[in-house]
């Protein structure tokens, strides 16, 4: 069954709004969370990586004030994409892992703002 | 140059044929590689592990040779079901984190 779980697994959404996606580890605390961003025939392209309790370490060309990040809990990171625009719309999807053992992938979260 | 390259393909393959898949990473310290398997509008799915002796499960075969910093991949016997897109993946060590990197992916699409 899924290790990881991410909510709402698509959204529509006006351009100016707020869009939070959830993302939550099933039966194991995941130390580290990882927010990847995948457009249409691209790779997955991390974000940014996230420590429970710290604060989220942004890849270069990600505007950390736009694609807030909150790790608040072992089992719980939220992905807050601020007033979002046409050229957010993508698939987002979250990983989590407990040390250094596997990283499970979400199912992802389909964007589109309009 | 990108960390991890990849030829997107399509790859258009018979069924039952035999088709390999490279990738290349330019970092040397890359510590841990990976196959995944991402079916259209999901999630990757962890495929394989890769090890520099080589590692097989069923159909698939999987090969690190750090030397020339490639990956590949290796799938015997397709079936209509192994039409997906392939992603290989490395690890890199930073010190505060360890990121997995993806590639492209390349497109597999298996035919009668």
């Known amino acids: 069954g899924a290790v990881v779980s991410q909510h709402p697994s698509w959204v529509i959404c006006k351009s100016g709004t707020s869009v939070k996606i959830e993302c939550r580890s099933l039966d194991f605390q995941a130390t580290t969370m990882f927010w990847y961003r995948q457009f249409p025939k691209q790779s997955l392209m991390l974000m940014a990586t996230?420590?429970?309790?710290?604060?989220?370490?942004?890849e270069q060309g990600v505007e950390k004030d736009k694609f807030l990040i909150n790790h608040a809990s072992l089992t719980l990171s939220t992905l807050t994409v601020t007033s979002a625009h046409p050229e957010d719309s993508s698939f987002y999807i979250c990983?989590?892992?407990?040390?250094?053992?596997?990283?499970?992938f979400g199912p992802g979260t389909r964007l589109l703002v309009l | 140059r990108k960390e991890v390259e990849q030829d997107p393909g399509p790859f258009n393959v018979p069924e039952g044929a035999t088709v390999a898949f490279n990738c290349t990473y330019s970092?040397?310290?890359?510590?841990?590689f990976f196959w995944y398997r991402q079916d259209c509008r999901k999630e990757p799915k962890l495929l394989m592990s890769v090890y520099s002796s080589g590692n097989e499960d069923g159909r698939f075969t999987a090969q690190l040779n750090r030397a020339s910093q490639y990956i590949s991949l290796l799938i015997r016997d397709s079936k209509l079901s192994d039409s997906a897109t392939y992603l290989c993946?490395?690890?890199?060590?930073?010190?505060?984190?360890?990121?997995?990197?993806f590639g492209t992916g390349t497109r597999l699409q298996v035919t009668l």
């Open positions: 970092n040397s310290a890359s510590q841990s």
């Open positions: 993946a490395v690890i890199l060590n930073t010190g505060t984190a360890s990121k997995l990197t």
């Open positions: 996230s420590n429970e309790g710290s604060k989220a370490t942004y």
């Open positions: 990983s989590a892992r407990l040390l250094q053992e596997t990283q499970y």
